[in-house]
């Protein structure tokens, strides 16, 4: 079994609704479903998550991350208010520039040196 490409990390201040976690390498179904348990305690708990997602090294992903991701989707797009994404492509912040007008949720990108400010939009 290869490594988990999600490894969760504590944010700087503890928040209960933060969900904070770096992605590095292939994602697979298998890591997609420990992060909706993840997301699924905070929805349970009655609030919205805040999610922080730093994009270290986007690997690829498996047909099972699709087709767990389509299964939770409605779970998912319910259960998140913002999403801070860092990384450090140019793709990427026109890539969510462009998609934040299509979801519910509220996403914003930041550069990697732009961390703290990541997190400081995230809980304000």
């Known amino acids: 079994m290869s490594e988990s490409a999600i490894r969760f990390i504590d944010p ?4 209960e ?3 904070a ?3 590095s390498g292939d994602f697979t ?4 479903r420990t992060f909706v348990e993840r997301l699924e305690k905070i929805a349970n708990s009655g609030q919205k998550a805040l999610l922080y997602q730093d994009i270290v090294d986007r690997g690829s992903f498996d047909f099972e991350t699709i087709k767990v991701k389509i299964q939770n989707l409605g779970t998912i797009w319910r259960s998140v208010e913002k999403i801070a994404i860092v990384g450090d492509a140019r793709w990427l912040e026109i ?3 462009l998609v934040d007008h299509l ?3 509220q996403m914003k990108y930041f550069e990697r040196s732009e961390k703290d400010e990541a997190f400081a939009w995230l809980t304000s």
């Open 12 to 15: 700087p201040v503890p928040n």
């Open 17 to 19: 609704r933060v969900l």
């Open 21 to 23: 976690y770096e992605i």
């Open 29 to 32: 179904g298998d890591d997609m």
């Open 95 to 97: 890539y969510i520039g």
């Open 103 to 105: 979801t519910p949720q």
